[in-house]
C-alpha cells in the first residue's frame, strides 16, 4: 500500500520548562530586540502576569480581555497598541486572552509571544476568532500565529479542577478530531495519538491533585499537541458542532468540547477503524468509546448539554445550522436524523454506546486515512 499525502507544518519556536516562564519570556523579548511590550491578560490572570513579566519592561498592561474577542474590543486593544508603539505582544492566559492578541496582529501584523495558562491550544494554531453582532467568524491567517510560546506547568496550578477537566477534554477532542477531519494525515494522526496518551494520563492526576507536577506538565504537552494536529488537520465533525452550538446559544467552549466529544467518538467509531483503535491503544483500553467513557467517569466530566445552556427546543434549529457544515468526507454519513438523535443524547447525557449495527466495513476502507 502507497502512503502518499501533504502536510503542512506551521513555524513556532516552543519554550517549556517548569518555573522558567519569567526568565523564557525575557529571553525571548531579548532575542527579539522588542523594547515596547503590551502584555494581554485578562484581570483574573493577573497575579500569573507579575511573575511571568517580572524581568521585562513593560510598555503597556492591557487588560480588557473577554470571551470568543467582540469586535469592539479587538478595535479598542487594536488602537492602544498603535498609540502606545507596541512592537511585541506577549498574551498569558486562556484561549480568550490569546485571542485577543491574535485580533491585534491580524492588523498591525506585530509579532506575539503566548504563555498559555489553560489546555484550549489556541497559540498554536493560525486561526483568528471574532464576534460579531453574536455571530462568530473564524479565519486563518498566519500572522495570527504567535512566533514564540512559552508553557511552564506552574501557571496552570490556579486553574481549578472542574475548569481543567473540561479544558483538558476539549484538547482531547483536538486529538481526536484530528483523526478524521478534512486534512487529517499520519503526521497529524501520531500527534493526535501521543496528545490523548499524554491528556489522558496527566488529567486524572489533576483531578486528585491540581498541584500534581508531572500532571500539569503532561497535560499541557499533551494540549501543545492537540493544537497542532489540529491546526494541520482543520475542524471535524466534533469542531463543527461544537462551533455552532457556541455561537448561537452562547455555550461555553470547553464545557461544550467536553460534553459533545464521546457522542461524535461513539458516532465515527465503527466507520473509522484505523482511527477507532489508535485512540484506544492511546487510551490504554480494548475499544476507544469504552476507554473514553471510563476516562471521563474518572475525571467526573461535563455530561450532559441541557447543563451548559442548550434547551431541548434549540436542537431541530441547531441541527439545521450544523448539518451543512459537516465535512463531506466524515467517517459516517450525517443526516438529520442520525445528527439529531446525537444532540438529543448529548442534551440528556445518556451514556454515549457505539451501535455495532451502524457500522459498514466496506466504507471503513475508504474513510481510514492512512
Ligand atoms: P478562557 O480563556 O475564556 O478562560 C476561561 C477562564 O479561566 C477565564 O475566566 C480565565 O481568566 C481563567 N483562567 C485562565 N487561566 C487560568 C489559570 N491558570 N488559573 C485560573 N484561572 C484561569 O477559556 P479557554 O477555554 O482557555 O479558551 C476558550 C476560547 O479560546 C474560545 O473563545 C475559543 O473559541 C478560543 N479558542 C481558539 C482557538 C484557535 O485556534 N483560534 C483554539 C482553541 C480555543
Redesign the pocket.
Known amino acids: 500500500m502507497t502512503l502518499t499525502f501533504e502536510h503542512v507544518t506551521l513555524g513556532q519556536r516552543v519554550r517549556f520548562g517548569t518555573g522558567k516562564a519569567a526568565q523564557n519570556l525575557s529571553a525571548e523579548v531579548d532575542r527579539l530586540g522588542a523594547t515596547r511590550v503590551m502584555v494581554i491578560a485578562?484581570?483574573?490572570?493577573a497575579p500569573?502576569v507579575e511573575r511571568v513579566s517580572a524581568g521585562i519592561d513593560v510598555a503597556l498592561y492591557y487588560s480588557d480581555?473577554a470571551?470568543?474577542?467582540p469586535i469592539e474590543k479587538a478595535e479598542k486593544a487594536r488602537a492602544a497598541a498603535i498609540e502606545h508603539g507596541i512592537d511585541l505582544l506577549v498574551c498569558v492566559?486562556?484561549?480568550?486572552?490569546?485571542?485577543l492578541a491574535?485580533a491585534v496582529a491580524m492588523t498591525t501584523k506585530l509579532p506575539i509571544i503566548a504563555v498559555?495558562?489553560?489546555?484550549?491550544?489556541?497559540e498554536?494554531?493560525n486561526?483568528?476568532?471574532l464576534t460579531e453582532a453574536s455571530r462568530?467568524a473564524?479565519g486563518v491567517d498566519n500572522n495570527v500565529l504567535p512566533g514564540t510560546v512559552i508553557y511552564d506547568a506552574e501557571?496552570?496550578?490556579?486553574?481549578?479542577p472542574r475548569?481543567s477537566v473540561?479544558?483538558g477534554l476539549?484538547a482531547l477532542a483536538?486529538c481526536v478530531d484530528s483523526m478524521w477531519a478534512p486534512r487529517a494525515d499520519p503526521i497529524n494522526q501520531a500527534l493526535g495519538a501521543e496528545g490523548i496518551r499524554a491528556l489522558a494520563s496527566g488529567l486524572p492526576r489533576i483531578k486528585d491533585n491540581p498541584q500534581d507536577l508531572p500532571g500539569r506538565e503532561q497535560a499541557l504537552y499533551g494540549a501543545y499537541l492537540s493544537?497542532v494536529a489540529?491546526?494541520s488537520a482543520g475542524s471535524g465533525m466534533h469542531h463543527k458542532i461544537c462551533h455552532v452550538l457556541?455561537g448561537a446559544y452562547n455555550m461555553p467552549?470547553?464545557e461544550t468540547h467536553a460534553t459533545v466529544l464521546p457522542y461524535v467518538l461513539a458516532f465515527n467509531a465503527p466507520f473509522a477503524p484505523d482511527a477507532e483503535r489508535r485512540i484506544a491503544a492511546a487510551l490504554g483500553a480494548d475499544d476507544a468509546v469504552t476507554g473514553l467513557n471510563a476516562l471521563r467517569s474518572t475525571l467526573d466530566a461535563p455530561t450532559a448539554l441541557k447543563e451548559h445552556g442548550l434547551l431541548e427546543a434549540n436542537i431541530p434549529q441547531a441541527v439545521e445550522l450544523i448539518l451543512p457544515a459537516i465535512p463531506a468526507g466524515n467517517p459516517r454519513p450525517v443526516t438529520a436524523a442520525n445528527l439529531e438523535e446525537l444532540l438529543r443524547a448529548a442534551y440528556s447525557g445518556t451514556t454515549p454506546a457505539s451501535d455495532p449495527a451502524t457500522s459498514d466495513p466496506t466504507r471503513n476502507k475508504e474513510a481510514s486515512h492512512v
Open positions: 485578562s484581570e483574573f490572570e500569573i480581555v470571551p470568543h474577542v492566559g486562556g484561549g480568550s486572552t490569546t485571542g491574535k498559555p495558562t489553560t489546555y484550549a491550544g489556541s498554536a494554531t486561526v483568528w476568532g462568530k473564524t501557571l496552570t496550578f490556579s486553574l481549578p475548569l473540561a479544558s476539549n483536538h493544537a489540529f491546526a457556541g467552549h470547553a
